[in-house]
């Protein structure tokens, strides 16, 4: 499998952030948005030159790009889902249900693991679907499914890695190294917490995994999955994104067309080759169809994707091209896409430099300004490529409006540069209305560690405002008004410091959690509840996954009885310890998996939901009963699967 392999993705050579003069570049004049193709034949003519590049011993970006079967037969034989086996309306969602996932923009749901749908909780796990009861103070398994459809061949050759819920809707997304790329499966879920199968869809792409990010959203009744398809420019058709059913027979329908591929200006000459349409679908879960429709934009392979509650974006890597003979590249500006929901045009602007994941976006559409963080070297967060950013560091504030067709470089004073110039290794947020930086080194083990200094800086423009750690940082999240720094400190104990984002940042509070580690690097792996009435969330609890012993932080979770959700009390911004759900199971036992039988997206999440606490570990649920800001283990559940 391709995600076993290590780290293949290519670093950008880029060395600086810059984004360029005031003017145009190219010889294209500023457009207010971008244009797709005028006519078949524009499209065929641009579609030469870039095969005459990909013909001539290219080398260049996109070499580590994962190929897709696009013109393999399917290799599932798909039942047919039973007329009976769900309901083709859309269930509105229930009122009692409550979000348990942390998300990084309100409104926007992200694919996860777990989801709380009503009386009952959803988990994905080991290519499996189980619901858990929990209404009515109950805690008990109802149902499982597999993540597949029946009748599957071989679905060990698909990683089912997120999984999201509306209404009656279970919708899992997966990866499938078989068979088209981009695997949607839909479920029913009934009233009594049963599970049924409803539908498959595949839609052609490249593997859009990510150790920082997600592919999916939920916007309402809108699903909105990004997937690069890598091009071949011999026959562009047969490579372009296209949705194609689960049955035997079903034939794949083109969603892009040369009217729906949108090219930068500076692109547009055919003198940089472009290997990757990076895919914008949206699905209208609401239809009685499963009803999609795409938009392309061209670019490099290296790659960042974040969606606002109004656009989707994506940043592209810049591009260069051997200057035979005169023993040097000719490099243009890498493209930031935005890519409007209410179906609007799209707009792009020149970019150099490299976000390193999700968070170093924010939207503001009250200002006017999307806000980025950049590194100089690196190629976005595909793969494990965010892992891997390096070099300066600065602060683009782009201006909405700015969006055009790319042959707009953005003006030099829209760019801050910031203190740090740290190699590899690199955590990022906005909170409240800073940006929130410090070098992080995930990897390096106790003895090598270093105390970082947290840089804060006000998005308003004012002064870049520092703080000393006593540990390092691996995550930063928000708790209320204020943001918290998580990481390891050099003695082996996982510090938690407290920052409130007032006009003066201080380091509020510090807890050192001895002889422990973060259990999980995703960002839903935390969560923060504040207590009821507590105004900027200054009072509540924190939950986050913890290893013991020996464990690397990163996605691959060790199964153990050394693997807890510790949770961290806050009373008036200072911290006392909460108390620890414990794994008890060995999650070495067998349990019959057949498919993503390896923990890409993490097994273990805190969970709070209305008044009661739970700790999603491996196979088992446990909740906690909290008294006096200590929370004590109530119950648990096994769930795994019985193996014959």
């Known amino acids: 499998m391709a995600r076993m392999k290590t780290l293949l993705t290519a670093l950008s050579s880029s060395a600086l952030l810059l ?33 005459v590049i990909q013909q001539s011993d290219y080398s260049g970006e996109g070499e580590y790009a994962y190929e897709v079967a696009l013109d393999a037969p399917a290799v599932m034989a798909v039942a047919e889902a039973a007329s009976d086996a769900a309901s083709y309306e859309l269930a509105p969602q229930n009122e009692r249900t409550e979000s348990i996932t942390n998300t990084q923009e309100a409104g926007v749901d992200e694919g996860a693991i777990v989801k709380n749908a009503g009386d009952y909780f959803i988990v994905l796990r080991r290519g499996r679907i189980f619901t858990v009861r929990h209404g009515g103070d109950a805690l008990e398994a109802v149902a499982a499914i597999d993540a597949f459809p029946p009748g599957a061949v071989n679905p060990g050759q698909t990683w089912y890695d997120e999984m999201l819920v509306r209404g009656n809707q279970v919708i899992v997304i997966g990866y499938s190294y078989g068979d088209f790329g981009t695997e949607i499966n839909r479920f029913t879920l009934g009233d009594d917490g049963s599970l049924a199968y409803r539908d498959t869809h595949y839609l ?11 592919a999916s959203r939920l916007i309402g009744d809108e699903l909105i999955v990004y997937a690069p398809v890598q091009i071949d420019w011999r026959d562009w058709r047969s490579s372009m994104p296209a949705i194609r059913g689960g049955g035997p027979r079903a034939e794949a329908v083109n969603l892009v067309d040369w009217d729906d591929m949108y090219v930068a200006a500076p692109y547009r000459s055919g003198r940089f080759y472009l290997s990757q349409a990076h895919t914008i679908t949206r699905c209208n879960l609401a239809a009685e169809r499963f009803d999609c429709s795409a ?28 200057r035979r003979g005169l023993g040097k ?59 891997a950013a390096g070099g300066d560091l600065g602060l683009a504030s782009i201006t909405l409006s700015s969006f055009g067709n790319g042959a707009r470089s953005m003006p030099r004073e829209a760019l801050r540069r910031l203190p740090g110039g740290y190699g590899n290794g690199f955590e990022n947020r906005f909170a409240g209305d800073y940006l929130l930086y410090a070098p992080g080194h995930p990897y390096r083990r106790e003895g090598q560690r270093q105390p970082a ?23 930063f999240d928000i708790m209320g008004a204020d943001a918290v720094a998580i990481g390891p400190d050099n003695a082996g104990a996982l510090g938690f410091s407290a920052v409130s984002l007032g006009a003066r940042t201080r380091l509020e509070a510090l807890y050192l959690l001895p002889a422990a580690d973060e259990g999980e690097s995703r960002s839903q792996a935390f969560f923060y509840r504040a207590d009821d009435g507590s105004p900027g969330g200054v009072s509540g609890m924190l939950g986050l996954p ?6 690397i932080r990163g996605e691959l979770v060790p199964g153990s009885d050394r693997t807890a959700i510790f949770f ?12 620890e759900l414990v794994s008890g199971a060995n999650l070495q036992r067998p349990d019959g998996c057949v498919a993503s039988c390896v923990d890409w997206y993490g097994n273990a999440r805190p969970i709070f939901l209305g008044g009661r606490v739970f700790a999603l570990l491996g196979y088992e649920l446990v909740e ?19 193996v014959r």
């Open 19 to 51: 984004l360029g003069g005031s003017g145009a570049t190219g010889q294209n004049a500023p457009e207010t948005s971008l244009s797709p193709f005028t006519s078949a034949a524009q499209m065929r003519l641009f579609a030469n030159k870039m095969q």
């Open 204 to 214: 052609r792409s490249g593997d859009y995994y990510s150790s920082e990010n997600y």
């Open 295 to 322: 938009t392309a934009v061209l670019g490099s392979w290296g790659h960042s994707f974040y969606v606002s509650p109004n656009a989707a974006y994506v940043w592209t890597e810049a591009l260069s091209r051997d």
């Open 329 to 387: 590249d000719e490099v243009t500006a890498g493209q930031l896409f935005r890519l409007p929901l209410d179906g609007s045009a799209p707009g792009a602007v020149a970019v150099s430099g490299s976000p390193a994941n999700q968070f170093s976006f924010r939207e503001d559409t009250a200002r006017g300004l999307l806000y980025v963080a950049l590194r100089g070297d690196g190629s976005g967060d595909g793969m494990w490529a965010g892992q």
């Open 453 to 475: 200094t947290v840089h804060l800086v006000p998005l308003d423009g004012g002064p870049l405002q520092s703080i000393a750690l006593a540990h390092d940082v691996t995550r």
């Open 546 to 551: 913890v290893s013991r012993g020996e464990h």
């Open 568 to 579: 961290l009390r806050r009373n008036n911004r200072a911290f006392s310890p909460g108390g």
């Open 624 to 642: 906690g009963a909290v008294a006096d800001g200590r929370i004590a283990e109530r119950r648990r559940i096994n769930f795994q699967p019985v």
